[in-house]
């Protein structure tokens, strides 16, 4: 076994092939952020301020898809400075808050990037989420998404939301990459 803090801890046979599939052209990741990149929970200070907590695992999980070259945005209904911060922190630039036309800003963030929304995977929980899920490659949604949500995701993790759900995805896609890179030697 490697030592190697870069290795993925899953093998391929932790997928099935067609999701493997699915997974293998993708180029951008999106994400929700409550209920996907957070369990859910908002806490409020008195003095107004929220406190969200983010999974450290999850956010490797964004580093290595950055490592890979593959892009990766928020687009969240609601506008929160945490997030923000958070997303500075991962390097995610492309960070869209406060948007109630999920599917648009999905289909601009693709024609900015050239990237196709069939090579493209959206995680979310809830069902603000649902037409952003028809519209990609790789739909997906955490353990604990609402039931409409994981009916229309090609991968449900097995991980709750805030708690190693966007690690599995990310992990999926790079080992499915991983692989077709493997298969062409």
Same mark, same amino acid.
């Given at each position: 076994?490697?030592?190697?803090? =870069?290795?993925?801890?899953?093998?391929? !046979?932790?997928?099935? &092939?067609?999701?493997?599939? !699915?997974? !293998? +052209?993708?180029?951008?990741?999106?994400?929700?952020?409550?209920?996907?990149? *957070?369990?859910?929970?908002? $806490?409020?200070?008195?003095? /107004?301020? &929220?406190?969200?907590?983010?999974?450290?695992?999850?956010?490797?999980?964004?580093?290595?898809?950055?490592? =890979?070259?593959?892009? *990766?945005?928020?687009?969240?209904?609601?506008?929160? @400075?945490?997030?923000?911060? !958070? @997303?500075? &922190?991962?390097?995610?630039?492309?960070?869209?808050? /406060?948007?109630?036309?999920? +599917?648009?800003?999905?289909?601009?963030?693709? &024609?900015?990037?050239?990237?196709?929304?069939?090579?493209? #995977?959206?995680?979310?929980?809830?069902? +603000?989420?649902?037409?952003?899920?028809?519209?990609?490659?790789? +739909? #997906?949604?955490?353990?604990?998404?609402?039931?409409?949500?994981?009916? @229309? #995701?090609?991968?449900?993790?097995?991980? $709750? @939301?805030?708690?190693?759900?966007? =690690?599995?995805?990310?992990?999926?896609?790079?080992? #499915?990459?991983?692989? $077709?890179?493997?298969?062409?030697?």
């Amino acid at each position: 076994m490697s030592n190697d803090p =870069r290795r993925i801890p899953y093998s391929e !046979r932790t997928f099935g &092939e067609s999701t493997l599939d !699915r997974a !293998r +052209p993708i180029r951008l990741v999106v994400f929700d952020v409550d209920g996907v990149l *957070t369990d859910g929970k908002i $806490t409020y200070l008195a003095n /107004g301020l &929220e406190i969200k907590s983010f999974s450290v695992k999850d956010g490797q999980g964004i580093s290595l898809l950055h490592q =890979r070259g593959i892009s *990766t945005a928020i687009i969240s209904a609601r506008d929160s @400075a945490v997030t923000d911060l !958070r @997303a500075k &922190e991962l390097g995610i630039t492309r960070v869209y808050q /406060g948007i109630k036309n999920k +599917p648009a800003i999905l289909e601009t963030v693709c &024609e900015e990037l050239g990237v196709l929304l069939s090579h493209t #995977a959206f995680m979310g929980d809830d069902f +603000p989420d649902l037409a952003c899920l028809e519209m990609v490659g790789l +739909p #997906a949604a955490p353990f604990d998404a609402i039931e409409e949500v994981k009916s @229309a #995701a090609s991968f449900v993790s097995k991980s $709750t @939301a805030g708690n190693g759900a966007v =690690r599995e995805l990310c992990d999926l896609i790079l080992i #499915a990459q991983q692989s $077709t890179v493997s298969s062409t030697l």
